[in-house]
Antibody, heavy 125, light 108 residues
Framework: QVQLVQSGAEVKKPGASVSVSCKAS????????MHWVRQTPGQGLEWMGY????????KYAVNFQGRVTMTRDTSTSTAYMELSRLKSDDTAVYYC??????????????????WGQGTLVTVSS | SYVLTQPPSVSMAPGQTARLTCGGH??????VHWYQQKPGQAPVLVVY???DRPSGIPDRFSGSNSGDTATLTIIRVEAGDEADYFC???????????FGTGTKVTVL
């Protein structure tokens, strides 16, 4: 079955960067997009962007442009999300979630499913 | 930017019907998806494209969408349905996913 396993919790200081990994199994990694979503008590669920797993093309949400970088390693079926210049309100659970297949174009993207188990990132001095 | 509004909480006794709403301007023109999130777990898709269910989701879950309101209906509510429920759409004007604020379902 499709499974996304994320890296463990992180504690970072303000101004630092964090990298979260997401290892996929149970499907052909390069056949699907991968999304990143974060969840905070204050802002709820917030979409961060996606990476097209075959080409590495990315699209980032406006709120994160300039601070987020999404990459992938097709040899290990792993996606990565790096967030830089961390602030205290970046404290959140970060999720990866499988998107739609790379061959189909959509006017409105289908919902990401399934999701990884989440990675808690705490930003504190 | 597009905003989705959900009531913070609803509660009901086991066996009753829960109707969770998701409000948005002309949301009936969009495809609405619903996620269930239990404490400490990742969201799970329970309804997509307004009213379709992924495999493995009980037919007690159904959805509808018209005008400015989408609705997730859970019939014969069980204790295991206690969770937060989020609606979601793709905002085509801004090319991004938008999530609702979430509704906490409590089974009394």
């Amino acid at each position: 079955q499709v499974q996304l396993v994320q890296s463990g919790a992180e504690v970072k200081k303000p101004g630092a960067s964090v990298s979260v990994s997401c290892k996929a199994s149970g499907y052909t990694f390069t056949d699907y997009y991968m999304h990143w979503v974060r969840q905070t008590p204050g802002q709820g669920l917030e979409w961060m962007g996606y990476i097209k797993s075959d080409t590495g093309v990315t699209k980032y949400a406006v709120n994160f442009q300039g601070r987020v970088t999404m990459t992938r390693d097709t040899s290990t079926s792993t996606a990565y999300m790096e967030l830089s210049r961390l602030k205290s309100d970046d404290t959140a659970v970060y999720y990866c979630a499988r998107g739609h297949d790379v061959l189909t174009g959509y006017y409105a993207l289908p919902p990401p499913d399934p999701w990884g188990q989440g990675t808690l990132v705490t930003v504190s001095s | 930017s597009y905003v989705l509004t959900q009531p913070p909480s609803v509660s009901m006794a086991p066996g009753q019907t829960a109707r969770l709403t998701c409000g948005g301007h002309n949301i009936g023109d969009k495809s609405v998806h619903w996620y269930q999130q239990k404490p400490g777990q990742a969201p799970v898709l329970v309804v997509y494209d307004d009213s379709d269910r992924p495999s493995g989701i009980p037919d007690r879950f159904s959805g509808s969408n018209s005008g400015d309101t989408a609705t997730l209906t859970i019939i014969r509510v069980e204790a295991g349905d206690e969770a937060d429920y989020f609606c979601q759409v793709w905002d085509t004007n801004n090319d991004r996913y938008v999530f609702g604020t979430g509704t906490k379902v409590t089974v009394l």
